[in-house]
């Protein structure tokens, strides 16, 4: 069993890390936020006094951060990971990144001696909670193979995408197609309720019908219905993927009409004050409220 150092205990984080203590792993934990902390220690993990505490006393450490930024952050920052990793210890970085920044973070932690993996994951809280996440990984395969019992702890399904920046890739293409699909879906809804469709039937037809798709079957009814817009995927987070998309189409020479329209749907809507909340919140960027 490994020794693991986890970092980033928010809506995902947290199960993931509940996951690999019921794996049997030593796992040591660290947050911003330190009350975040103690219900993973009550629940038998180590508390780190700060980020090189917690390298210290890890083989492997793992962070599930908000952006590249954070992430940056705290591989960057005076007493981060950076001064603190070297030969022997491995970084898995799971948050969604882009391709740049991936690479970026790989490129300062193999200068330490220390070995990276990048592994974004697909599956909400849900499958966090459950340990059902498939996990993309890129970088060597040897390592990803080497890291797989672990992941495994988090997840039912590791695929290994290709070099650094690959997985992280994959990950930005299938929150891209996700928060598109969800923009288009709210105003085609949203036009056929003031028309005097009922908001039921017409997720009973989009049910039965070619369009019928896990974005819509997930969030459709929150989105038409109940509108509570519980966080489960913050939609400052889909806002952030869709940017990055957005970029990364850019910088592929590849034009993005679509998914810098759905953006600018996930900017009105965190404008308005939704970013804490569920991406199926993005509905408020066409509504009064
Ligand atoms: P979250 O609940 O917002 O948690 C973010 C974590 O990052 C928290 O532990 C937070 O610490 C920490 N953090 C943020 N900025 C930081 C900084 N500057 N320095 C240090 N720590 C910082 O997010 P989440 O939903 O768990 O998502 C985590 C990542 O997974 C994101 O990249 C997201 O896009 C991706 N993801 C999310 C889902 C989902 O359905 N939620 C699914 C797949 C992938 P504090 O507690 O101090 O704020």
Redesign the pocket.
């Known amino acids: 069993m490994a020794k693991v150092g986890f970092?980033?205990?928010?809506?995902?984080?947290?199960p993931m890390c509940r996951n690999l203590l019921a794996g049997g792993h030593d796992v040591a934990v660290y947050?911003?936020?330190?009350a975040?902390m103690a219900p993973l220690v009550a629940a038998g993990a180590k508390a780190a006094t700060s980020l090189s505490d917690l390298v210290r006393r890890s083989d492997v450490v793992i962070?599930?951060?908000?952006?590249p930024?954070?992430?940056m952050?705290?591989v960057t920052?005076a007493g981060g990971l950076l001064p603190a990793m070297s030969p022997g210890r491995t970084y898995v970085d799971?948050?969604?990144?882009s391709p740049e920044a991936s690479r970026e973070i790989a490129r300062l932690i193999r200068e330490t001696g220390a070995e990276y993996l990048e592994a974004?994951?697909?599956?909400?809280?849900k499958?966090?909670t459950d340990g059902t996440?498939t996990i993309l990984t890129g970088g060597a395969v040897d390592l990803s193979r080497r890291l797989e019992p672990l992941l495994l702890a988090m997840g039912n399904k590791v695929i290994h995408m290709g070099d650094t920046g690959m997985a992280a890739h994959m990950?930005l293409i299938v929150?891209q197609i996700f928060g598109t699909i969800l923009c288009v879906f709210a105003e085609a809804a949203l036009t056929g309720m003031e028309a005097g469709l009922p908001a039921g039937k017409i997720l009973e037809v989009i049910r039965h019908s070619v369009v019928a798709c896990p974005a819509i079957s997930n969030k459709g009814e929150d989105m038409l219905k109940e509108r509570t817009f519980t966080?489960?995927?913050?939609l400052?987070?889909?806002h952030?993927?869709m940017r990055l998309a957005v970029e990364t189409g850019k910088s592929a020479g590849v034009p993005v009409p679509v998914t810098e329209a759905a953006l600018s749907l996930f900017t009105a809507a965190r404008d308005k004050g939704f970013g804490?909340r569920d991406?199926s919140a993005v509905l408020r960027a066409l509504t009064g409220e």
């Open positions: 970092i980033g205990l928010g809506i995902m984080g947290e947050n911003r936020t330190r975040k962070t599930m951060l908000a952006d930024a954070s992430v952050e705290v920052v799971m948050t969604t990144v974004p994951v697909l599956g909400s809280r499958a966090a996440l990950k929150n966080p489960n995927f913050p400052k987070h889909a952030k993927d804490n991406i």
